[in-house]
């Protein structure tokens, strides 16, 4: 089940630049787009959302970004802290409803 | 802050043998949800519950898989007759909502060791 794929397995960024994080769906069905962030030995921690009528989500230092024509999505976080390394995960659902997940990208922000 | 909670957080299991893996979800959620993820790889949709029955199942969810909400609060997945490759970290998650805008709240896992 490849719906929902990350390409970049990790990415380094330096501390205040911009980390951008990339995701690429298949099924044109998807209606609803997450990123939840991950850190060892806990449990995917939701982070921001978009709805496929959006083109554009910001919540602080955090914005989606949605292009349906590509099927592909991105994360940006500007600027980057050291406590925003973790894995990243991308998120598609279909009727707002059962998720899918990516592989996951794994973002490190050295100081 | 509410959160979900997974008992065991390590369970180790001779193959063959038969696993619970617990989850109490956050109390006014309605919609639970099980996910897994074998070591290295992709976050892997198990089963949404909701109102007592199955609403969704992937193909991973076979046979061998049941799911249950024995009371008011607890809500298991039951692996039958454990195999290698299932072992993994299994995610419960919970919303008061089907709709995924809601954001699932996740516990911090049950790594299930099958050897």
């Known amino acids: 089940d490849q719906q929902v794929k990350q390409n970049s397995p990790s990415l380094s960024v330096q501390e205040g630049r911009i980390s951008i994080l990339n995701c690429d769906y298949t099924?044109?069905?998807?209606?609803?787009f997450l990123w939840y962030k991950k850190y060892p030995a806990e449990g995917p921690t939701f982070l921001i959302s978009?709805?496929?009528?959006?083109d554009k989500n910001e919540d602080g230092r955090f914005t989606v970004f949605l292009n349906k024509s590509a099927k592909h999505l991105s994360l940006h976080i500007v600027p980057s802290q050291p406590g925003d390394s973790a894995v990243y995960f991308c998120?598609?659902?279909?009727?707002?409803?059962?998720?899918?997940f990516g592989a996951g990208t794994r973002l490190t922000v050295k100081p | 802050e509410p959160e979900v909670t997974q008992t065991p957080s390590h369970q180790v299991t001779q193959m063959g043998q038969e696993v619970i893996l617990r989850c109490v979800p956050i109390?006014?959620?309605?919609?639970f949800y099980w996910y897994r993820q074998i070591l290295g790889q992709k976050v892997e949709f198990l089963v949404s519950?909701?109102?007592?029955?199955?609403?969704?199942k992937s193909e991973i969810f076979d046979d061998q898989f049941s799911v249950e909400r024995p009371d008011g609060s607890n809500f298991t997945l039951k692996i039958r007759s454990t195999k290698l490759e299932d072992s993994a970290m299994y995610f419960c998650?919970?919303?008061?909502?089907?709709?995924?805008?809601?954001?699932?709240?996740f516990g911090s896992g049950t790594r299930l060791t099958v050897v």
């Open positions: 998650a919970s919303t008061p909502d089907r709709l995924a805008n809601y954001g699932y709240t």
């Open positions: 099924n044109s069905m998807f209606d609803y």
């Open positions: 978009i709805s496929s009528i959006k």
């Open positions: 998120a598609a659902s279909k009727n707002n409803n059962d998720m899918r």
């Open positions: 109390s006014n959620h309605l919609y």
């Open positions: 519950f909701y109102n007592n029955e199955i609403s969704e």
